[in-house]
């Protein structure tokens, strides 16, 4: 009895040792050679001409996605006060291609994106937050850029610049009325529009048609300086950014009549300063962020 067991220890023993010899000889080795890269951002597509990165945004989010579309790296972040002017994220990848998109200003309390770890590039889509046709909602200041087939070599100082555009504009509409008071309950106000959300390269996804209202209207009277009050409504959106396609539409109605039917791109452009005369009509669009509009009623 004892020699059986001696035998049998001594063949679970020899087992053991020669699975443990193979295993580590056909363990998978990581040869994959990774290489640094440095991301910067700028923000100076604007009416200034100047980088307002550190001024205008509140949190970086940027992924890089290899030539088969998987995800390859993700980096996110909040600035605690601001953002310093030389902000960058380092990335090691594998060296190779890759498409890179950042979503810069996003907020925890107004999703716009459906996941900051997405398995393909299509889910980093933007998203109006829309109910019942409608979106009332003050957006938060979101900035966007990407850049595609960049290529991550080895032992070579890697960096990428990535120039971000203004994606969500601040619209207001005056209603001044020198005959009288005005009554904002008389007044609807509206944007027609059908771009809902834009892809992570900046494509409008359009669908069906919504309104944009007002996420605030003040109404009160104010002295022009000559001896003369009006009475003044302001009503204040948030927009997605228009392209010069943009079929988007000012509608204002005064106790069910419409007064006002105009394109907003239109609008836009009809104020187009002599400052912007060597941009294009996109660029101007991109580089203003707030476009204010003023209409007067009852004027005498």
């Not at 009895?1 to 035998?7: D, E, G, L």
């Not at 200041?141 to 991550?152: C, L, P, Y």
């Not at 009288?180 to 008389?186: K, R, S, V």
């Not at 003044?232 to 069910?256: E, G």
Request: charged share 25%.
């Amino acid at each position: 009895m004892k020699s059986k067991i001696s035998f049998y220890l001594i063949l679970l023993t020899s087992l053991a040792f020669t699975m443990s010899a193979c295993s580590s000889d056909d363990d998978p080795k990581d040869d994959t050679v990774k290489a640094n890269c440095s991301i910067s951002f700028c923000y100076d597509l604007n009416m200034l001409n100047s980088d307002e990165f550190a001024k205008e945004v509140s949190s970086v989010a940027v992924w890089a996605f290899d030539k088969n579309g998987k995800l390859a790296w993700s980096h996110t972040e909040n600035a605690q006060n601001a953002f310093s002017n030389d902000f960058s994220v380092e990335a090691t990848l594998p060296v190779g291609e890759y498409d890179f998109v950042t979503w810069c200003g996003l907020t925890s309390d107004m999703p716009l994106i459906p996941t900051l770890t997405p398995s393909s590039i299509s889910q980093l889509t933007l998203s109006l937050p829309i109910e019942s046709n409608v979106c009332n909602a003050e957006l938060p200041a979101i900035f966007n850029a990407s850049a595609q087939n960049v290529k991550i070599n080895e032992d070579v100082d890697n960096k990428l610049a990535l120039s971000l555009t203004k994606v969500t504009k601040d619209v207001s509409v005056m209603i001044q009325d020198t005959n009288g008071e005005i009554n904002p309950e008389d007044f609807d106000i509206r944007i027609a529009d059908s771009t809902n959300s834009l892809e992570w390269n900046l494509t409008p996804k359009t669908t069906a048609s919504f309104d944009y209202l007002p996420y605030s209207i003040e109404a009160g009277n104010i002295d022009d300086g000559a001896d003369m009050t009006l009475s003044v409504l302001i009503a204040r959106f948030s927009t997605f950014r228009y392209t010069a396609d943009s079929k988007a539409t000012l509608v204002i109605t005064q106790n069910s009549d419409e007064v006002v039917r105009i394109p907003v791109v239109e609008l836009i452009l009809e104020n187009k300063p002599n400052e912007a005369k060597d941009w294009s009509d996109q660029e101007y669009l991109d580089r203003k962020s707030d476009y204010r509009f003023m209409f007067f009623l009852n004027d005498k």
